[in-house]
C-alpha cells in the first residue's frame, strides 16, 4: 500500500496539530477498549489517513502487544512520533488520553448520584458497545492476521492454551508461544521478504538508539530505585507514583489484565474502599479512551494524601509513563530487526496469537460481564451488523446501546 508521503507534506506545527485533533477525536469516540482501539486505529491511519501501510501497522501493534503497558497508547504514541516527531507523540497521547481523564474525574465527583435504574442502564448499554465493536474488532484482525491455515492454527492454539493458563502472565506466555510458533512455521519466501523491504524505508520513527538506550535506563531505574526509595523518604506522594508505576510496569495484555494489580496496589493498602473501586471499575469500560486511566478515578478518590487533582495526575503519570518509555526503547531496534527474516516470521506468530487473545478477551471479560439475557444478545448483534455491514458510525452504536439499556433497566425496575 502506498502512503501519503509522496504528496506535499504540511509543515511541522501543522502536522503536531493534525496528530492533536484526529487523536482527539478518537479519545472522544473510541469505545470499546483496548481491542476496538486497534480497529479504530487501522481504520484512521491504514485505510483512511494512509500514515502506515497494512503491514507496518500490524507489525507495531504486535511490538506493543509484546510490552508491558497499555497497547493502544503504546501504538498512538508511536504513531504521532512516526507522523510529528516527539512533540507529535505527545499530542497524540495528550488527544488520546485527556478526554477519558476528563470523563472519570467527573464520575468520580458524581458517581453518588448515578445509583439508580436509568444510571445502570446507561453503563450496561456502553458495555454492549463494548460487545459489538470488539467483535468487530476480532472479525477484521482475523482476516487480516491469519489468511492461512498456520497462522490460523496458531490464533486457535492462543485460544486453547489461554483456556488453560490461570496467571496473571497468560498473556505473555501466549504471545512469546505465538512468537516461537511463528518461527518455526511462518518463514516467509523470497518474494515475500522482497515485498517488506521498501516499508522499511517509507515508516522511520524518530528515535535514535542512545535514545532508545536512555529510555531503558530509565525505566529500569524507577521499577528499582522508587522502591527503595518510598522505604527512605516517607513521602506518600512518592509511594503513589511508585505504586502505580510498578503497576503500569509489569502487566502484560494491558486493559483489564492491570486491574488485579491495582486492586492489590489501592484496595488491599487501604486506600479506596471496595465499593468505590468496583464502581469505578465499570465507569472505565463505559468511556472512550485507554482503560488505563482508570488510574485517574483511583487517585482522586484514594483516603490517603495527596488527594484529588494531585492524586490524580501522581496515579497516571505513574501507570503510563513505564509503558512510552519501553515503546520508546524498542522503536529504534524494532525497524532494524523487523526486516529480517527470523523477526518478520516472529511477528507473523505475534501478529495470531494477538487474534486469539483477542477472540478470547471478546468472551471474558466482554462478553460474559455485558450479554446477560436474550435482549443484551439481541442489542449486541444489532450494534456488529451496524458496524460491518451497514458501516453506522461508532457513535450512532454508542447512542442505540444507551438508549436501549436505560430502556431495559426502567423496564425491569417498574
Known amino acids: 500500500m502506498d502512503t501519503d508521503l509522496s504528496s506535499p507534506q504540511p509543515s511541522r506545527l501543522a502536522r503536531i496539530l493534525e496528530v492533536l485533533t484526529v487523536f482527539l477525536k478518537l479519545g472522544l469516540t473510541s469505545f470499546g477498549g483496548p481491542i476496538a482501539h486497534i480497529g479504530y486505529f487501522r481504520r484512521e491511519f491504514v485505510e483512511r489517513r494512509r500514515w502506515l501501510d497494512d503491514e507496518a501497522f500490524t507489525d507495531l501493534i504486535g511490538l506493543c502487544q509484546f ?10 504514541f508511536s504513531i504521532g512520533l512516526l507522523r510529528a516527531g516527539w512533540a507529535g507523540g505527545l499530542a497524540a497521547w495528550c488527544g488520546f488520553t ?16 448515578l445509583a439508580g435504574p436509568a444510571g445502570a442502564g446507561a453503563i450496561h448499554g456502553l458495555k454492549l458497545v463494548a460487545v459489538a465493536v470488539v467483535a468487530q474488532a476480532v472479525w477484521d484482525m482475523a482476516r487480516r492476521l491469519c489468511p492461512d491455515r498456520r497462522r490460523a492454527a496458531i490464533a486457535l492454539a492462543s485460544i486453547a492454551l489461554l483456556s488453560l493458563l490461570d496467571t496473571a502472565f497468560a498473556q ?19 518474494a515475500d521478504a522482497a515485498s517488506r523491504a521498501p516499508s522499511q524505508h517509507r515508516h522511520h520513527f524518530q528515535v ?38 510498578r503497576s503500569g510496569a509489569l502487566v502484560f495484555g494491558g486493559g483489564h489484565v492491570v486491574l488485579p494489580l491495582l486492586q492489590r496496589a489501592t484496595v488491599a493498602t487501604g486506600w479506596i474502599a ?28 484514594m483516603n490517603a494524601a495527596p488527594r484529588h487533582w494531585s492524586g490524580a495526575l501522581l496515579a497516571t503519570l505513574g501507570i503510563f509513563l513505564p509503558g512510552l518509555l519501553l515503546v520508546v526503547a524498542a522503536l529504534p531496534w524494532w525497524q532494524a530487526l523487523r526486516a529480517r527474516a527470523t523477526m518478520s516470521a516472529a511477528l507473523a506468530g505475534v ?22 439475557s436474550p435482549a443484551d444478545f439481541a442489542i449486541a448483534c444489532i450494534g456488529f451488523v451496524m458496524l460491518t455491514r451497514w458501516k453506522t458510525p461508532p457513535l450512532a452504536v454508542v447512542v442505540l446501546c444507551v438508549a436501549s439499556g436505560v430502556a431495559l433497566g426502567l423496564l425491569h425496575h417498574g
Open 67 to 76: 510490552l508491558p503497558g497499555p497497547a493502544s497508547s503504546q501504538a498512538g
Open 98 to 113: 485527556l478526554p477519558s481523564i476528563v470523563v472519570m474525574l467527573a464520575f468520580a465527583a458524581i458517581a453518588p448520584d
Open 172 to 190: 505473555l506466555i501466549v504471545i512469546g508461544a505465538g512468537a516461537l510458533l511463528g518461527v518455526a512455521l511462518c518463514r516467509p519466501n523470497a
Open 208 to 245: 535514535s538508539r542512545p535514545a532508545g538506550i536512555a529510555a531503558l535506563i530509565a525505566f529500569c531505574a524507577l521499577l528499582f530505585a522508587l522502591p527503595l526509595w518510598t522505604t527512605t523518604a516517607g513521602s506518600q506522594s512518592l509511594r503513589v507514583f511508585d505504586a502505580f508505576y
Open 274 to 301: 471496595p465499593n468505590d473501586f468496583l464502581a469505578g471499575y465499570g465507569a472505565a469500560q463505559a468511556v472512550p479512551g485507554p482503560l488505563f486511566t482508570f488510574a485517574a478515578y483511583l487517585g482522586w478518590m
Open 351 to 372: 501478529n495470531a496469537a494477538v487474534v486469539g487473545l483477542l477472540a478470547a478477551a471478546l468472551y471474558s471479560p466482554v462478553w460474559t460481564s455485558a450479554v446477560l
